[in-house]
């Protein structure tokens, strides 16, 4: 089942499931039983928009191995977590916004979990039962703002830096995907999500022993090698199979 959360004509904005062209929308949200309000409209007349609001995002730094050797960095013992701005969140079809402070801003494409339920101190063998499910996300990052730092949460920060969609899909193996992003129509990444050093419920679990984590929040599960630049006017498209495609382009602020 695909989520998608959409609006029309910049008024009514709801949840909805996507079945072929139609979009059967939902009363309420999707994180308690799924309830029909029996309209149905046509994709190609709605804005898809982030599949969620998300109380928070939370992120995982060095998940594959190539990309820890592509970063030298050491291959972590623990997930590595750092925060996302939740308010910066785009969808689909948005623009990422450059930002005067940077002269690089990197593309990462990942694979995200949405949360469906309040979870908190949950084993990985619960896990699944507190996912709603995937979604494709791009962890846009100012690259030579977080060298000079020395952390991150600038450089991940910026508004328009956390790019998630085009809708959650429920059904699907996570760790048998394959996860692919282009620049402007070139293959820049491309591995299986089975690449990953931690699995999606050790993710998920060791999140939930920090924190508590509440329906719609978002975990960016890491990227894969091949970061690199975008310049303004570029068309980035982070693709997972199973799912579908996220496309964005960058622009000037």
Known sequence: MRIVRFNISGKRTGYAVLEGTKLK???????GKIVFSGRVFDVSGVRLLS????????????????????MAENLPLTPLIFFKNADGIIGTEDN????????????????????KKKARNISPE????????????????????????GQWSRAKGFDTFAVCGP???????????LLETYLNGKLKQRTSTADMIF?????????SEVMTLLPGDIIA?????????????????????????????????
Request: hydrophobic share 35%.
């Open 199 to 207: 699995s999606i419920p050790y993710i998920v679990s060791f999140v």
């Open 51 to 70: 599949p969620s609001v998300p109380s928070k995002i939370i992120a995982i730094g060095l998940n594959y191995k190539a990309h820890a050797g592509e």
């Open 25 to 31: 929308e939902l009363k309420g949200n999707p994180f």
């Open 126 to 149: 619960t896990a699944f039962d507190y996912i709603l499910g995937y979604s494709c996300f791009n962890d846009v990052t100012a690259r030579d703002l977080q060298k000079a730092d």
């Open 167 to 177: 809708w959650v899909e429920t059904e699907l193996d996570p760790q048998t995907q």
């Open 96 to 115: 990422i916004i450059k930002p005067p402070q940077s002269e690089r801003v990197d593309y990462e494409g990942e694979l995200a979990v949405v949360i």
């Open 221 to 253: 599960t890491g990227t894969p090698s091949g970061i690199g630049p975008m310049k303004p006017g570029d068309r980035v498209e982070v693709r997972i199979s199973g799912i579908g495609s996220l496309v964005n382009h960058l622009t000037l602020a």
